[in-house]
């Protein structure tokens, strides 16, 4: 956890200071490295580590875009409403792997983003996250965020494979037995 909160400096440190901006709707790559601390017994990356990318580089784009200065700075903090990830190949241990991320659009409660994990220009998973803005208990209005961000459009059209990949989530909470 330790290690988390570092590095979530070192961005926010790094995109102030030394970074330069970066559109919200651009798609942002990283290159990383698969370390053994990212392991399951010392081979394959851990499947909590891909959560673990994925929440970097979202943060990323937050710091990097006017993002931050329309919510954070306004008191509002992000809240992850569901995220998924499809597995393909497993990512070994000192490898180099690229995650992009991708806005996929947004509706008045939720943005969706989907992260490609890359090997090799080969697929290894891919991450989908809907999240959304709170304040004072409640989510915020993301077209007026995203209007506030400098976007445009309206809306962002979704794929409708990810709006159907999070549609039974309510429902699955309300029918779990304790």
């Known amino acids: 956890m330790i290690y988390y909160w570092l590095h979530l400096i070192y961005i926010f440190v790094g995109s102030r200071l030394f970074w330069k901006k970066v559109n919200l709707d651009a798609n942002l790559k990283r290159t990383r490295i698969v370390s053994i601390l990212d392991c399951e017994s010392f081979r394959y990356m851990a499947n909590s580590k891909y959560f673990y ?3 970097l580089i979202r ?7 006017s993002l931050y200065e329309n919510t954070v700075k306004k008191g509002m903090f992000g809240v992850i409403g569901s995220q998924k990830v499809i597995y393909k190949k497993p990512l070994k241990r000192w490898t180099k792997f690229d995650i992009t991320l991708i806005l996929e659009g947004w509706d008045e409660k ?14 290894y998973a891919i991450g989908f996250t809907k999240i959304t803005f709170w304040k ?7 077209n007026e965020i995203m209007a506030n961000c400098g976007l445009t459009k309206n809306k962002l059209t979704s794929f409708s494979e990810i709006l159907k990949s999070f549609e039974n989530d309510y429902d699955i909470i309300k029918n779990a037995k304790s």
Not at 59 to 65: L, N, T, V
Not at 136 to 142: M, P
Request: net charge positive; charged share 25%; no cysteine.
């Open 110 to 123: 939720w943005i969706y983003h989907r992260q490609i994990f890359k090997q090799n220009n080969k697929i």
């Open 59 to 65: 943060y990323e784009i937050m710091f990097r875009s």
């Open 136 to 142: 004072n208990k409640k989510a915020q209005n993301i």
């Open 53 to 55: 990318y994925m929440d």
